[in-house]
């Protein structure tokens, strides 16, 4: 769903901010009392954001304090983007910087994937060990070492002194791009196949995207 929403976005993104600019010129045009409206919308949906955030947060403050410090160094991290934005009218790319939030978006989806299959595999595992009639699920198995797979084939990948996903800075890559420090042949095989299908049309939208802009552009330069 998540990579379909961002490849949806990509080419939609060329019309979709003529139409929304136009769309609210108009309501604000019309009717005075629209401005309330636009802005219920948008407080709705920031504040539908900030109780996530919370609920999120607060399920972790009464085991330790560090996310308590990190959701304060969050908010203060986002009134200072916000003032800088708003107030002091710091002007950034808004193209370029939602294409490189896409990309970061490809790379989490991947690491979804990944994650998804560990699930699988030890859901599967706790299946097989549950009764002799359901062992055979576990069709790989390794016997010699005590990290094994029951779906996932043979190990490729072991991390585990060198970047522990249950340590900082693993734990970070763990929680934003389903870092293992485990990696298996299915999962290895099922990321690299994702960022080359769904990240390659992707960048492929980005490239056509920014072709048509330039077209577009030498066309309106050409007329003047």
């Known amino acids: 769903m998540l990579s379909w929403m961002l490849l949806w976005m990509t080419k939609q993104a060329k019309f979709m901010k003529a139409q929304v600019e136009g769309a609210v010129t108009n309501a604000l045009t019309d009717n005075k009392s629209a401005g309330w409206g636009i802005f219920s919308l948008i407080f709705v949906a920031v504040i539908r954001e900030g109780f996530e955030a919370i609920l999120f947060v607060a399920s972790n403050l009464q085991a330790v304090m560090v ?9 203060v991290a986002s009134i200072t983007v916000g003032a800088m934005l708003f107030r002091w009218g710091i002007k950034i790319n808004i193209r370029q910087f939602f294409q490189v939030m896409g990309i970061l978006l490809v790379l989490i989806v991947a690491g979804l994937a990944v994650t998804a299959l560990q699930r699988f ?12 009639a359901s062992a055979s699920l576990c069709f ?5 070492t005590k990290v094994h797979s029951c779906i996932l084939g043979p190990m490729v990948l072991n991390t585990n002194k060198i ?4 340590q900082f800075p693993g734990i970070i ?7 293992t420090q485990h990696l298996y042949l299915v999962q290895a095989f099922t ?3 994702f960022l080359l299908t769904v990240g390659g049309m ?8 920014g072709g048509k ?3 577009v552009v030498q066309k309106a330069n050409t007329l003047k």
């Open 67 to 75: 996310p308590a410090l990190g959701a304060l160094g969050g908010l």
């Open 121 to 132: 595999d030890e859901a599967f595992a706790s299946l097989a060990a549950a009764s002799r």
């Open 140 to 144: 790989y198995y390794e016997r010699f």
């Open 163 to 166: 970047l522990p996903d249950e």
């Open 173 to 179: 890559f763990k929680s934003l791009f389903g870092y």
């Open 191 to 193: 990321y690299v196949v």
């Open 202 to 209: 992707y960048l492929r939208s980005i490239s056509e995207g």
């Open 213 to 215: 802009n330039k077209s």
